[in-house]
Every structure is written in C-alpha cells, then in structure tokens.
C-alpha cells in the first residue's frame, strides 16, 4: 500500500490524523480537474461546476448516509463549525455546552462567539478512562433550561476518542437542544450514518482519513433544520445572497431561467453563483477559489473502494492495539478508554512529566533523533503518544516507535 502514497521512505509516519495523506491516483485525478478548468476558466466556474460539485455532493452523501442536497463543501471541519457559530442568535446567559477534550482551535470558535453574545460556555469534565455508557447521561445531565447546543467531537483529536453520538443526538433533539458534531477525524475512519446519527450539523473532513486533497470537507444540516431555526451564514458573502434576495422578490423564474439570478445581479449565466438550494445559495459560491479538491472527493471513495477500505481498517486498528498493549505493558500504565472506543488513533499514555514542555521535548526527539513524525498531547494530567495506524504504516513502522519510546525511558 505504502508505494500508492508519496511519503518519505526516511521517515515513520504515524500522524496521518494532523492532516492525511493522498494517493497519487487521486492527486493526479485532481490535477487533471484543475487543467480542465485552465482550458475555459469562465466556463468551468460559471457554469459547469455547479453540476460538478453536486455529482461529487452526491457520491459523498453515499459514502456517508445522507442526502447531497443536504450537504456542502467547506475547506476543514474548522470552517463548518465557525459557519454554525457565527449562525446561531445566542443572548446573554444562553449556554453552550461541550467537553474538555475538544479541538482547542474550535473551542476558540465557540469562547469567542459567547464573548460576543453575552453566552456561557461550559465544559463538562468526561474523565479518563472513558466510559461509553456514560457519556451521554454526563452530558445531559449537565444540560440546563438555558442550554442551546451541545458541541461534541465524533472522534476527539487529542485523546482520539470516539464518542457515540446517537443517544446523544436523539436526547438533546427531545429537549430542543441543537447539536453540532465535529467529525474532523471521523470519515475514513469509521463507517458513517449521518442519518442514523442524528445530529442537526455535522462536519468533517475528507482530506484526513478519508484521503482526499488538503482543503476538502463538508457540512452536512439534518433535512428538518434546512429551513431553520438556524439559517446558516456564509463566511463570505457573494452573489448566493443576490440570487435569494432576487427570488425572494420574484425576480427569478426557476422555470424559465432554470434557477438564474436575473436583472439587478449584474450577472447571468452563471450556475455557480446561485445554486438549486438555501444551503448552496448561501454556501457554494465564496468567490474565486481552486474547486478541485472538493471534486476529487469521489477519487478518493473509488480508492478506497478499490482496495477493500474496512479490511484495511479493521487491520489497522488492530495494530494500534497491539502498539498500545506492548507500550502500556512496560509502563505499567492503563488505556485511557476501551478498545472498541478507539478506531485508527490511538493515545498511549507515557511516563513523563504532564506539561507542555515535557510533551514538546518528546515530540521534538522523535522527530529529529529517530525520523518518527507523531505528535504528543498532554490531556488531564498524562502525557499522551497520539499513533495514528493508515493503510500504509508497516508493523515495522510501530515497532520503530515502540522501541523509540523505551529508549526514552518513557
């Protein structure tokens, strides 16, 4: 599998989870679009790649159960959950709720967003080792009258955790409770169900695990929340905003003109700057931008496909099981969760101080003395060894950092 990536045969790469890795075939399926779209530049963004990005909306939504009507292109899961931020009308004394092992760069988002609005955010302490069963109850148990979402992690970045979400999701929709799941590491990953899941928005990327280009990743809104309460805003505002003013007021004939904004936009002809749908009209269209590794999300499912993907993970979870087993054997350490709870990431606790220096300095003499890329987390009081196990990793590879680790004397 190894000669179908480009990776440095000098280095031990176990940190496919920070930012993926992308086979040739699907680089080279990528490319081919960008020369496409330099042969008519004007015809391939105006008006072509409206179809285009929904054919690929469309095989994505196979992939993950649910509906390409219901989903949109963003760059990074990061971005899907600022454009749900910045959407949802929060007052004073509101509440935000989440855990204390989310992705540090969205809980920025979300401090942020209650700095501004006058709302509480507040972190619900879920304890290592992790208990499946309690997770839900935990979080709902904390949930107040004043609570308007609950923000989680399908698979969580520093503990690399995967958190089951349907109980949750269902519970907190009987309260009136909207959730936003950030499922950054979680396609290509684990099998996905959005539709089972449940969760009003849900975001992730597909340049992770997935093995798409860097810069592709979708937002998906449950179908009964299209329509609302929470309109979602786009991070730019374009011409999707025109096309819906003008069809608001009737200046569009959907009919006629096949859904083209006409008249006061300045603009007719183009497809992609209006969109079929609210979600496409207000989200599609950001301006200029290099389309092509949202379209060649699809090359990345056929490779996968094409190489029997759940076998490959099953294979890989596997190892990093056994990785963590003979780890935690020497140290005399415990697993922070169970082995089921886990996928292709796994964070073995090691035996050093818990600080960031400490963390920093293990990372660092991996990097440099041993050629091992693999990052280092610190997470209530552990320091955390975050292995990431893909297809192309090698037991050789584990046991480089297996044998690392020991020479640390950690």
């Known amino acids: 599998m190894r000669q179908h990536f480009l990776l440095d045969p000098e280095v031990t790469f176990l940190n496919h989870g920070s930012f993926g890795a992308t086979p040739r075939v699907v680089l080279q399926a990528q490319q081919r679009a960008q020369l496409e779209m330099e042969r008519n530049p004007v015809a391939y963004l105006g008006r072509a790649s409206a179809a285009l990005l929904a054919s690929a909306r469309q095989r994505l939504a196979a992939e993950i159960g649910a509906r390409g009507e219901d989903l949109v292109f963003v760059p990074n899961a990061s971005t899907g959950v600022n454009i749900v931020a910045r959407s949802l009308a929060l007052a004073p004394g509101d509440e935000v709720l989440t855990t204390d092992h989310e992705y540090g760069a969205c809980v920025a988002t979300w401090q942020r967003r209650c700095v501004e609005s006058g709302a509480v955010l507040r972190t619900v302490a879920v304890p290592l080792p992790f208990e499946p ?9 904390a949930c107040t009258p004043r609570t308007r979402l609950v923000f989680v992690s399908h ?28 499922g950054a590491h979680a396609p290509g990953q684990v099998a996905l169900d959005l539709a089972a899941i449940g969760a009003d928005f849900y975001t992730g990327n597909c340049h992770k695990w997935m093995c798409a280009p860097k810069g592709s990743a979708f937002l998906h809104v449950r179908p009964d929340r299209l329509a609302g309460p929470v309109l979602l805003e786009a991070p730019v505002v374009s011409w999707g905003y025109v096309a819906e003013q003008a069809e608001d007021e009737g200046a569009v004939d959907g009919a006629a003109s096949g859904g083209l904004a006409v008249g006061r936009t300045g603009h007719t002809g183009f497809d992609a700057y209006t969109g079929r749908t609210p979600l496409e009209r207000r989200l599609q269209w950001q301006g200029t931008r290099d389309l092509s590794a949202f379209l060649s999300v699809p090359a990345a499912i056929e490779f996968q496909a094409a190489h029997d993907w759940p076998a490959w993970r099953r294979r890989c979870h596997d190892m990093a099981i056994e990785l963590q087993r003979e780890v935690l054997a020497r140290n005399g350490l415990a697993p922070v969760a169970p082995d089921d709870a886990l996928a292709q990431m796994v964070p073995i606790p090691v035996r050093t101080p818990a600080t960031g220096d400490h963390a920093e300095a293990l990372r660092r003499w991996l990097c440099d003395e041993r050629r091992i890329e693999v990052p280092v987390t610190q997470h209530a009081g552990q320091v955390l060894v975050r292995a990431s196990v893909q297809a192309y990793n090698t037991h050789e590879d584990l046991e480089r950092l297996r044998d690392a680790l020991a020479a640390a004397g950690v």
């Open 133 to 141: 069963e309690a997770f839900a109850e935990r979080l709902l148990a």
């Open 155 to 182: 698979i969580t970045s520093t503990t690399a955790i995967v958190f089951p979400l349907r109980a949750l999701c269902a519970a907190a929709r009987e309260r009136g409770v909207i959730t936003l799941v950030d």
